[in-house]
Structure formats: C-alpha cells, structure tokens
C-alpha cells in the first residue's frame, strides 16, 4: 500500500509564500494524474493544481499565475508552490494520486492526510 504524506504547511501573511510537498512511502514508476486538493471550512473539496505522468500542470482558476505544481521523480515527491497567498487561500490541502504504479502492483485513489494552510491579514 502507499501512503501519501504531505508536509508544508503553515502560517502565513497575506502575499507570503509557501511550498507544499507530497511524498510517497514508496517508490513511484508512474502515475496517471496527481494532485492537490483544498477544504476549507464549510465548503467542498476541491481541486486546485493537477499534474499529469506525463508533467502537464493544469490549474484551478482561482490559483493561476500563483501556484506552481511540479514533481521530482527521484524523489518520488510532488510540489505545491504557492505565492501572493490570499486569505481566500485558507484550507486543508490535502494530496491526491488517481492511479499509481508501484513495486507491489497498482493502487487507485491515494489521499494523503492533509497540511492546514493559514494565510493571515
């Protein structure tokens, strides 16, 4: 089984920046379409940044020109850069894989626990 943890998180002025990782307990050959999602407090789940086995990023609306996602795959770790932080930003950001390839086989819809992300005025 793989387990997803993300790190990161934290406290933040308006307009500071953060970076997010996700790391894999194990190691990763490919993977169909990671991602990080976001809850704020009574709200849904969303999705803010995706990237794709092959490295396409793709964005939610709200966070382009903001937040960068990248991946190190030697590092089996998947990155959330995130600038010009808005209180609007505010949410547990929690890390997604839909399908991953491993040494002991294929797993589908890994969720990792979550890191709060607080951006404060």
């Known amino acids: 089984q793989v387990q997803l943890v993300e790190s990161g998180g934290g406290l933040v002025l308006v307009g500071g920046s953060l970076r997010l990782s996700c790391a894999s307990s194990?190691?990763?050959?490919?993977?169909?379409?990671m991602g990080w999602y976001r809850q704020a407090p009574g709200k849904q789940r969303e999705l803010v940044a995706s990237?794709?086995?092959?490295?396409?990023?793709n964005y939610a609306d709200s966070v382009k020109g903001r937040f960068t996602i990248s991946r190190d795959s030697a590092k089996n770790t998947v990155y959330l850069q995130m600038n010009s932080l808005k209180p609007e930003d505010t949410a547990i950001y929690y890390c997604?894989?839909?399908?991953?390839?491993?040494?002991?086989?294929?797993?589908?819809?890994?969720w990792g626990q979550g890191t709060q992300v607080t951006v404060s005025s």
């Open positions: 194990t190691r990763i050959f490919k993977f169909n379409r």
């Open positions: 990237i794709t086995g092959g490295g396409a990023p």
């Open positions: 997604n894989a839909d399908v991953l390839y491993y040494s002991g086989g294929v797993e589908y819809g890994s």
